[in-house]
């Protein structure tokens, strides 16, 4: 099979997953409960009965024919949108590019879901791709000093670290990192941590009190926009407050990733064409580098596909403990009050990520590895 | 899977597993790291276990307000200022939590909880997995296609989005959670054994078994999945750790049946507002959720060194 | 072949063709014709071998005809019955009265089966033994008859030498007491000395149970010493068939003559006429049009390019599939059969 035809085929069954995606978020929100718990977060006791049915209504929950609200509750016949037809009233929506209102607060703009989940979106991609950095430049040492000093005490070191890691429960290492460096080294004076703990819109070690906001907002995402506008101290703050969360983040993954690596250095050591390397006098660390890391490299590489996977989902938690303004701390907000627009766009964008990295990591793999074939 | 064995081979059969199972523990015993995974690992199931006996499994209401937050423990000293003792003659070892109750009360109550749902998500996830994973695996075609596309699915989105949605909409309770976790976590299994099915019925044997005239149930349950089980449980064992860190995540940010419950994720959560007044709130049921599953990740790791084939024979 | 009706197996034409499938559809493009039209006969209580090289689709062959794999055409008759065309359960009589011994005795034993256990397995699915100490008895038994004994219930496979194992494998396809048992290479993975002893107690079980066994090898000298009859194959079809003893003293098709010239023959007065073999065997995907040998076959006329060969008898008994020796039956005036198929 030719490298495009094996991408169409895959980009074809991701249009699939994403539908039966779309579906199953869909029936959980609204086939479980009753079409009233739809409108829940939309209706105030002070709202009139023909103000609640236009609110229905506009939901898609209600039909355009049903007379009254009480008759809607009632579940009056020919009065409740049957679940398929909401959705593909939902799908049409969506598909003309209008995913409707959202619940849910903003950074800033308009109060469209659109708008909404992608002034937030940047905060969870900075935050995911400094834990996919400090898992590779972490991890992956850890995981070659492990099997190059097998048994030795870099080894054990380093797998108790990965260990830890993977066992660590995140939120709580979250905390007790905000505790250590608040509480006991006391960077900045006191009163950094809001009632509700954040470090992440304010910052430890604070160069200015720039908030968010008020910088020329190029990409989104902090650190970057601090760059390209020239504002240092903006870029610093930034950083600073991506360190804690960003370190919560990977370290389940450092652990994960260390641990295959290690696996598979010491399988690739243990082979033939090493030890021939080897007995040609070559230096142990060019054996290592050159020879080894490029071939034991390779599960790690298949792994980092899952590895965006498990970002994106572990951002949730962390994103909640250090109350992170991302679409993952958003996330747990829009199922709270069943917020069907912004959870449907949020699967869907993190679905999208997941299947193309994936595809992504499977024909890089193939190039490298050229024993693969599709 | 036993049914499908005939009957005459019991006693043979155990004589020999004796000796495998004699040989692996010969290995376990002189890797220390997986003698530590065996001691926390049993030592928290016994734990789990004894709980009712040592602690009244229905206690844990509030307490009156004066015993809240307190450290009555006399040798061991936070020097921190608010750091208080609400006096009395009653000694808790781990303080009290900001319901008035001991702590040390509350995580031995709370282990079972956890480890009762680890159980029987890992438990059920294998078993969903050597099912369907299996037919997948050995029945190919069509089977096997719809069974990897619905897999696909479920890994397309991030499972603890999928458990939270599902909690808020089935209601928050400790079945709820189970299910919740078990939802987002059965694909890996279904995968996990439908590879090694693969890989197991291109074996000669099993092309004589069809040769012998056995059914295809018997082939796939009876031997190839005794075959290749073996990474499904080693994976098992590294997920009960897992699991127990989701569902405490899931209570953590507040998916709890009753914020009373004594859960570690729970008692946790109580901490985070106290980290500065009451420290070991959070310090101590985070603790015991590390060490926990610390300890099944050690064990899990040493079954697969043992297990290993390129290490055995 | 023949109009004798006393076989026990016989095929009609059979077809195996394994489907490479590609592209986004799946399209079906190309077949791996492993078995390419194959008419034998496998009389009762004889030993038939099948011989050539790897890859000619010996394997598939033994597997279409017990029907492991259905056939892509053509038909398999078991004591009479069509077998080729029954599925599921309806094959399951059958599969008592056919076994297979593969040639790895490594892999074809479930490692983690004792082998009492693997012994009962049988007897159980084919409810052979009334009770379960009938059964114990029954296994015991027949690991005395393969040379093991009884103690050896208890163990493991991995306990066991690999001629051990073959023993073992063969017990257990006699316990469903067979009359036909396919050998596919059954001592190739074995030492000599071992090899000997194997096919010693093949022969002596052959003539105690009364068997009928098709022996797959690509081994001459095996073949020559275990076989009453022999089919070569190449890619996919029988291009000779004889006696045994036929076939090696006067072999007629070329690749037979190569593939005997090509077997070290301690006496070099004694040699054939023909060299080894030259080139590769052709990929059975693109199998060449006329005779599928000329590619490879030093008498390879206009004539093989474009027609394939008939299927004719040379002596009595004695068939080939080939144009060259169309002169030389002419020239014996022997009479000249259109090709089965
Ligand atoms: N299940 C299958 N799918 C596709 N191709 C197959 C399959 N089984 C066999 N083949 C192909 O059919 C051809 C014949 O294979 P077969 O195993 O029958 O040869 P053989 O004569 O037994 O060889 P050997 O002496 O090596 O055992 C080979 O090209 C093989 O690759
Ligand atoms: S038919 Fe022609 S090519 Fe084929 S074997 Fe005979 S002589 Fe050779
Ligand atoms: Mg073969």
New binding site residues.
Partial sequence: MRLYEYVARRLLLMIFVLLALSVLIFYLTRGLLPPTTALAAYITPRMDDSAKLSVARALGVATTSCPSYSAFVSLQGGCVVPLWGQYVGWLENALAGNWGLTLLPGISGTDTTWHVFFSRFPYTAELAIAGAFLTIIIGIPLGIVSATHNNKLPDHISRMVSLGGYSIPQFWFGAVLQILFVLYIRVNGSGLLSANSTVATRCVICFSGVVPGEIARYSGIPLLDGILSLNFPYFWDSGVALILPALTLAITSIGAISRIVRSSMMEVLRQDYITLARSKGLKENVVIYRHALRNAILPAVTVSGLLVAYLLGGAVIVEIVFSWPGVGNASLAAANVLDINFLELYVLVTAVIIVVTNLAVDVIYAKLDPRIRY | MKASKPEGSQSSDRYGRRADLKYALHLLRRNPIVLTGVAISVASVLLALLSPLIVNPTSWDQQPLNLRLCWNNPIVNWQIANVFNCGGSAVYPLGTDSYGRSLLQMIILAIPVDLEIAFEVVASAVVIGVFFGGLAGYKGGIVDEAILRVTDVFLAIPGILLAIVLIVVLGRSLPTLTIAVLTTWWPYYVRLMRSQVLSEKEKPYVERLRAMGAGGIRILYGHIVQNSIYPVLVQATLDIGSVILTVSALTFIGLTPSPLLPELGNLSNQGIQYIFTAPWLILFPGLTILIISLGFNLLGDGIRDVFDPRLRR | MTDNNDYLLRTENLF?W???RIGILSRTVAY????DGVSIGIRRGETFGLV????????????TLMRL?EPSKGSVAFEGTMISALKGSRLKPFRRKMQVVF?DPYASLDPRQSIGSALLEPMKIHRIASTKSEAKKMAGELLEKVGLNTDHLARFPHEFSGGQRQRIAIAIALAVKPSFIVL??PTSALDVSVQAQILRLLRNLQQELDLTFLF?S?NLAVIRQMCDRTAV?YL?RIVEFAETKKLFENPKHPYTKALLSSVPVPDPSKRRELGVLQGNIP???AIPSGCRFRTRCPYATEKCLNLPPPLIEVERGHWIECHYDIDFAAASKVEIRPRAT
């Fill in positions: 195996k394994f489907p490479t791996v014709k492993a078995v050539g090289e790897s890859g000619c689709g010996k394997t598939t062959l033994g597997r794999t040639q596919d290479e797959i690509h194959m996919g990929s059975p995907v």
